[in-house]
């Protein structure tokens, strides 16, 4: 009996000690973790030391660019914000031009006209794929996020369906002007000219971007440069996957 009542509170004890440092060792970790955090400020870093969440890192203001000239294309009007982008989407991929600029702007009943008619319409009638041109003062934090105020500037839009006439037509010319923008093993980014001056003394530029493949039967004369001016020649061959193929290009010396 007495063997059983020792070896019972030999059980009992041996648990309360593993729970007391079950207690003591959470204790400690925790205040490791904010002990770590005071350190740290109140952002999370990965195992690798870079920072994953700033909250406070997220409102700081980088630079401001006061008054300037933007261009970039609708990707979204939504929550009482367009987002344009500096260039154009390719699937999960994406090509930015310098022409353009990304950056949210805040709806604040900005007037906006067409580019070709100057027309006026609603801000909310701005759609993904229009091309905007506007200015104001360009803030950008250190999230890398840029947010334009328009300091209740016109919006210029470029509809979509305009923008897309311009580059077939810039497609079906003798002699596009053609740059080469980024160079894979297997395909290219190249940049098409556009400029326009459309009811205005200003000359605009309006560049869109293909994304081409190269084969093995793609004949390549010269070195394949980023920014390089290049002359192209597609193979009008019926492909299943439909990717733009080419069947030569040059590079212009």
Do not use: W
Not at 46 to 74: A, R, S, T
Not at 189 to 203: A, H, K, R
């Amino acid at each position: 009996m007495k063997k059983k009542i020792i070896i019972i509170g030999s059980i009992i004890l041996l648990a309360i000690i593993a729970i007391i440092s079950i207690i003591l060792i959470t204790k400690n970790n925790k205040k490791e973790v904010e002990s770590y955090f005071e350190q740290q400020g109140s952002a999370i870093y990965d195992k690798n030391g870079n920072i994953v969440y700033d909250p406070e890192g997220e409102n700081k203001i980088i630079d401001i660019k006061k008054g300037i000239g933007v261009q970039g294309l609708v990707e979204g009007n939504h929550n009482n914000y367009i987002y344009i982008f500096g260039g154009q989407h390719f699937g999960e991929y994406g090509y930015e031009m310098e022409t353009y600029t990304t950056a949210f702007i805040e709806l604040q009943n900005q007037k906006c006209r067409d580019y070709f008619t100057s027309k006026e319409y609603s801000i909310n009638n701005i759609e993904e794929g229009d091309l905007l041109i506007t200015s104001g003062d360009l803030t950008t934090y250190a999230n890398n996020k840029n947010y334009l105020d328009t300091k209740g500037n016109t919006i210029v839009v470029l509809k979509k369906n305009d923008y897309s006439k311009m580059q077939e037509e810039v497609l079906n010319s003798e002699n596009p002007i053609i740059t080469l923008g980024e160079a894979f093993s297997d395909h290219l980014y190249i940049e098409y000219s556009i400029e326009d001056d459309t009811n205005s003394d200003t000359v605009y530029e309006f560049p869109f971007a293909r994304e081409v493949y190269i084969t093995d039967k793609t004949e390549i004369i010269g070195n394949l440069e980023k920014g390089k001016r290049i002359k192209v020649q597609y193979d009008n061959s019926k492909y299943a996957d439909e990717r733009l193929k080419l069947k030569s290009i040059e590079v212009m010396e």
